[in-house]
């Protein structure tokens, strides 16, 4: 009885040894180890032997099964980790393939300045608002105090539609007349409305017939052209660096008075003059002032009582500055291989 | 331009450096735009004092020159040069016209050490056949060698080339003017020309007689001169018109153009006896016509000025004289005429002329009567002095020009609250004096008259806030924030919703485009599907840019073709912006376009635009603004569309856009574009609110319909979802079959549908009971068969 167990251990062991199959390895388990095997028919033969054999022999048998079963349990792990292997192995993939494109679409390069622009205005709690392309010429010109015959409206060379009366804008000031008469004189008023505006160019390198504006205005008490001042260095650091210093110079619009042109020191050059700034080391940016009080008192605010600040940029221009853009019609054509360079955030390398 | 060699005249400048006078006038207002000088460094009077021929060519000549210090060498090819002659002579580091620089060089083995030069080659000449032949310039006997030849030429002066804005032409756009600017900024004073003359005993009035039948004329003084003797003007008159370009004529012409220059007052001359006696300013008759000083007939309009001699028009006020009238050679007695006109009428009438001239602009911008009477009197003593002529006593006059006095009061403090700042009451004091502007104390208020010469300002406060600031420096200003109550800043309106839906479309992989508003009729015919009438501009710039569109279509898909044009394969843009029709009502729109492939890796298959990736991004977009449920696609049709592959977009069943693919007559290639009105989109959707969702097992079936190839599919999903009730969750389109199986103009398509009971666990047999009511519902309904497995 011993020699039969340790021969049946002997061949099993010489079996297990040669497994090289999860396959093989469940046979040689049902071979041994199922209903019919050979342990099942000593465990059956023991039947037949006396009480102390039987105590003897049941505990050989049984150490040979628990022997048996943690080979082969041990050995099934062994296997199906050699057979993981083997499929992790055949599943490498080429890491430096290119991937699956997930589309991103760019903005327009100039709505992504302009974007940049009301971020900083919204944050100061300025409204960003629109208003009609086609205007009436009460509100492109009239309300700004620029009555009909004044030369002003020669040099804006609009595109009149109907008479002298039906027009597309040549500004978007007329978005200001209108925000002060919803207004009614009696709410301060924080906005800027960058838009679409108009005039009878030729299009070519640095002028086109429909451009970008960035107009703001800010009615309130008190208002001072200092408030400007500071107003406009927030924006222009903002988007060219804290470096960079602005300048104002007196200039003329019929709606502003005083009436300031705004330059800013050149960021490309540091002011030791180049190109951009024509070696004057000084770059003009926008034009602004303070409200006249006939376009206040055309508007409903008594200019006794308020006071407010406005301020125009051509979106065209920053964006040309900003991008060292050369030619304006960039902008019209959307040349994807160009503008969907702009599909990327960049304020993370300004600070 | 100015020429600061004349402004002299007016006001001591001469320890000024003319560049940085030229950075402080900028500073105080007016954009010098840049200083022009003839100077040029290293140029020296020299005389020749030897010549040879150069051993090694024919016609070079080797030069010695004596330039004071020493004697040059130089070798020169012109054939004017001989022993004595004074000459230009440019030694090494001038540099010429071309940015050509000299340099020590070896001329055929000859040293020469610099270059005598021609007036052309210094750039005060232009250079053609005849300057070219001339040679080097001789210079005048009385030349001093080693000086500078620029300044011996005279043509030494500084210009300055002034951008002014529009308002401020008319007081500085004149060396008087301009010096009463650059008084203010050095705090100087001004001194006038001299006008005092002696008249002779005849009067004016006795030979001319004066009516105005206008109110385009509010001012017009007149007065004779008689005996002229017309011949060049004086050497400094010619050299000032000809710096700041105007050609030089005779003395009695150049005297006009000076005066005007001068005190920024346009003169007209007539020759008295062509003239007659009478002068009448009137309205000019429609249709009326005048023969120009150019010889040109020009046909009036009534809202031009005339000057007649009674009857016939003698000049085109303002714009441009009779011929005849003209002064000429054999002219004895002229009339001057000094007057302010309507600026608007001489600018409508100088435009359609298209008679710009130095002096219809000044009209054109308006003229103020302060130096109306005095620039007349300034030509009368120049006449008298450089043309002999004798002056009539008197003046013909017709003054109804508005002379009230425009007067200012205000306090420092409302200055300063305007400014910002604190300048105190003295240093306004001492700026308003340095502008020349009279004013008196009252208390703390200042009251201020602003001289009739500045047309620009206007009585405010503010006006006198920027003349104060603008010369009390506004590198004085400092940098504040409004003072105002703490807001939120919010997108308003339709630009609220262009926001949201632009960054949705992108992030969906649609690129932003910004077209023209303005495109061709032709464009506007395309891909039209509304019944909308375009904007057409009575006077377009170009054909290409003549009506207003109504939709962005016809301009996405030129972009589309631009980068399609530029082997750009992946093509997938979008646009919102607004359109107007006919009767100018606004509509803002959304617009896309999109072909190629949308995902991909380039190495395995990616998905490729169809028309069901177009309504994908559709949904999502509809979805995400809150109207999921509301939108409905029907097949429509329009022009340029593929007729199988469009649709009409609908929200609460009303048409907001389209959707399709471009037929293939106008592009061969798979291109999708969709339009949608964005005003619809801005209607009130449902607040959020959480739902939670079903803890009990829902129940899937599956069911088959064989139906018409060209059925839709939502009519039959429509049965269901009336007969599935409240129970039926949700219902999926899991296959499409078309084939050997089924007829041959007949699809099948199976749906997977989901129920569930929401609060309580659903019974099989419920569920099957409504699945059989929805097969039996669907098969007679719309007529269809059921696909059994």
């Not at chain 1, 042109?261 to 002011?271: A, G, L, P, T, Y």
């Not at chain 2, 140029?43 to 030069?63: E, K, R, Y």
């Not at chain 2, 300002?457 to 004085?476: F, K, Q, S, T």
Request: hydrophobic share 35%; glycine share 6%.
């Amino acid at each position: 009885m011993k020699e039969k167990i340790e021969k049946l251990r002997e061949e099993m062991n010489q079996k297990l040894e040669n497994v090289e199959t999860l396959q093989e390895l469940n046979d040689i388990k049902i071979m041994y180890l199922g209903k019919k095997g050979p342990i099942v028919e000593l465990m059956n033969y023991m039947k037949e032997l006396s009480v102390d054999e039987k105590k003897v022999f049941g505990k050989l048998i049984n150490d040979l099964k628990t022997e048996m079963k943690n080979r082969i349990e041990s050995l099934c792990i062994q296997l199906e980790m050699e057979t993981l292997n083997q499929k992790l192995e055949q599943e490498q993939v080429d890491i430096t393939l290119p991937a699956t494109k997930i589309r991103i679409g760019s903005p327009n390069i100039l709505e992504k300045l302009i974007e940049e622009v009301e971020e900083v205005f919204l944050s100061m709690g300025y409204d960003v608002v629109d208003g009609p392309e086609i205007e009436e010429d009460k509100y492109n010109f009239e309300m700004l105090n620029i009555p009909k015959g004044h030369p002003a409206r020669d040099a804006q060379d609009t595109f009149y539609i109907e008479g002298e009366e039906i027009l597309l804008r040549s500004q978007t000031s007329p978005v200001q007349v209108r925000t002060m008469l919803k207004g009614g004189g009696k709410t301060p008023i924080r906005m800027i409305c960058p838009g679409k505006t108009y005039r009878r160019d030729d299009d070519d390198a640095t002028h086109s017939h429909q451009f970008m504006q960035i107009e703001g205005l800010v009615v309130d008490h008190d208002i001072s052209l200092s408030d400007l001042k500071g107003t406009i260095d927030v924006i222009v650091k903002k988007l060219f660096g804290s470096s960079i210093e602005t300048r104002f110079r007196p200039s003329y619009y019929q709606f502003t008075e005083p009436s300031v042109e705004v330059d800013i020191s050149c960021f490309n050059c540091k002011q030791d003059g180049c190109n951009i700034c024509k070696h004057t080391g000084w770059i003009t940016i926008a034009g602004a002032g303070i409200v006249h009080p006939n376009v206040l008192k055309m508007s409903g605010y008594d200019p006794k009582q308020w006071s407010g600040f406005a301020f125009g940029f051509g979106a065209e221009r920053m964006a040309m500055l900003k991008y060292d853009i050369k030619d304006l019609r960039v902008f019209y054509n959307t040349d994807l291989r160009e503008s969907n360079t702009f599909d990327r955030r960049e304020d993370f390398l300004n600070d | 331009m100015i020429n600061l060699e004349w402004v002299r005249e007016y006001i001591d400048i001469n320890d000024q450096d003319l560049k940085e006078l030229a950075v402080k006038v900028t500073k105080a207002g007016i954009n010098v735009e840049s200083v022009i000088t003839n100077h040029i460094s290293n140029l020296i009077i020299g005389q020749i004092t030897h010549v040879a021929d150069h051993p090694d060519s024919d016609h070079l000549h080797v030069c010695k020159v004596d330039i004071g210090s020493q004697i040059k060498q130089i070798v020169c090819g012109a054939s004017n040069v001989r022993e004595g002659m004074k000459v230009i002579v440019a030694l090494e580091g001038a540099v010429l016209q071309d940015d050509f620089t000299i340099k020590k060089s070896k001329i055929r083995n000859v040293e020469s050490e610099g270059m005598l030069c021609a007036l052309f080659e210094l750039g005060l000449e232009e250079k053609t056949e005849e300057t070219y032949h001339k040679g080097i310039h001789e210079l005048g006997k009385d030349a001093k060698v080693g000086e500078d030849p620029i300044r011996y030429l005279g043509l030494d002066d500084t210009l300055y080339e002034l951008d002014v804005h529009k308002h401020r032409n008319n007081d500085c756009y004149y060396h008087i003017g301009f010096a009463y600017e650059l008084a203010a900024i050095l705090n100087r004073k001004v001194t006038l020309p001299e006008d005092l003359f002696d008249e002779i005993d005849e009067k004016v009035d006795s030979h001319i007689h004066l009516d105005i039948e206008t109110d385009k004329c509010p001012y017009y003084l007149a007065k004779m001169v008689t005996d002229i003797e017309i011949g060049p003007s004086p050497q400094f008159i010619q050299k000032r018109l000809k710096s700041v370009g105007i050609r030089s004529i005779n003395n009695v012409v150049d005297i006009s153009n000076y005066v005007m220059l001068e005190y920024g007052q346009p003169l007209h001359f007539f020759d008295k006896d062509k003239l007659g006696d009478h002068i009448l300013v009137r309205d000019a008759k429609e249709g009326e016509n005048i023969i120009t000083l150019d010889g040109k007939e020009r046909k009036l309009t009534k809202e031009d000025i005339v000057i007649t001699d009674g009857k016939n028009p003698v000049c085109v006020a303002g714009v441009m004289g009779g011929a005849n009238t003209e002064v000429d050679e054999h002219t004895k007695t002229i009339l001057i005429e000094s007057a302010i006109f309507a600026p608007t009428s001489i600018r409508y009438t100088a435009s359609r002329l298209g008679l710009k001239s130095e002096a219809s602009i000044r009209y054109g911008k308006g003229l103020s009567y302060e130096y109306t009477e005095k620039a007349m009197k300034r030509a009368c003593y120049l006449l008298k002095k450089y043309a002999n002529a004798k002056v009539l006593t008197g003046i013909i006059r017709y003054d109804k020009i508005d002379k009230t006095q425009k007067i200012v009061e205000f306090t420092p403090q409302e200055i300063n609250k305007m400014l910002g700042i604190t300048i105190c009451e003295e240093d306004m004091e001492v700026e308003l004096e340095r502008l020349d502007f009279p004013y008196k104390r009252n208390g703390d208020k200042f009251i201020v008259t602003i001289p009739p010469r500045r047309l620009d300002i206007e009585p405010y406060i503010n006006d006198i806030a920027e003349e104060i600031a603008r010369l009390y420096g506004y590198h004085n200003l400092i940098s504040t924030l409004p003072k105002t109550n703490v807001r939120e800043g919010r997108y308003i309106g339709d630009v609220k919703y262009r926001k949201i839906i632009s960054k949705r479309l992108r992030s969906l992989g649609l690129t932003e485009t910004k077209t023209y508003t303005l495109i061709s009729e032709e464009m506007s015919h395309t891909f039209s599907y509304e019944n909308k009438q375009n904007v057409v501009l009575p006077n377009p710039m170009s054909l290409d840019k003549s009506v207003v569109r109504t939709s962005l279509l016809p301009s996405i898909y030129q972009v589309y073709q631009y980068n399609k044009s530029r082997k750009v394969k992946d093509i997938f843009l979008y646009e919102i912006s607004k359109t107007y029709d006919k009767e100018y009502q606004e509509e803002s729109k959304i617009c896309g376009l999109l072909s190629g492939t949308y995902m991909t890796n380039g190495w395995t298959e990616g998905v490729s635009v169809d028309f069901y990736l177009v309504k994908g991004i559709l949904e999502n977009l509809l979805d995400y603004m809150g109207f999921k449920n509301r939108y409905s696609f029907e097949r429509s049709e329009a022009t340029d569309f593929h007729p199988g592959m469009c649709a009409s977009i609908l929200l609460d069943r009303k048409p907001i856009g389209i959707l399709g693919r471009i037929h293939p007559k106008t592009n061969k290639e798979d291109v999708y574009m969709f339009e949608i009105s964005m005003n619809a989109l801005m209607s009130k959707t449902k607040l959020l609110k959480y739902k939670e969702v079903s803890k009990y097992p829902s129940v899937h079936k599956d069911v088959a319909f064989i139906m018409p190839r060209n059925m839709p599919s939502k009519q039959i999903e429509m049965v269901i979802g009336k007969i599935g009730g409240r129970l039926l969750m949700d219902i999926q389109v899991f296959d499409i079959y078309e084939g050997d199986k089924i007829g041959k103009d007949e699809k099948s398509i199976a749906y997977a549908l989901t129920f569930n009971g929401q609060n309580r666990t659903l019974e099989e047999k419920e569920v099957t009971e409504i699945f059989y009511k929805i097969i039996d519902g669907v098969k007679e309904k719309c007529n269809v068969k059921l696909r059994d497995k």
